[in-house]
């Protein structure tokens, strides 16, 4: 089902505009917990949505910034 996911914030990107990529309800927690620097755990369902960062593999927070 077509749908519309919104972030801003340190280290997601500014003025993006993502279109035609797989994402899920299922997606939402594990990036968010990427944004803490919480570990997913392997039973949860869904990805990090590394697309939506300045740098992919980076979290957007840092330890200091908690």
Not at 31 to 39: D, F, P, Q, S, V
Not at 45 to 53: K, M, S, Y
């Amino acid at each position: 089902m077509p749908g519309s996911f919104f972030a801003m914030g340190p280290g997601i990107k500014h003025n993006a505009r993502l279109m035609g990529f797989e994402a899920s309800v299922y997606d939402i927690t594990p990036t968010i917990l990427h944004i803490y620097g919480i570990e997913q755990p392997k039973q949860m369902r869904g990805r990090v949505l590394t697309e939506i960062f300045e740098n992919n593999q980076n979290k957007a927070l840092s330890s200091s910034s908690k």
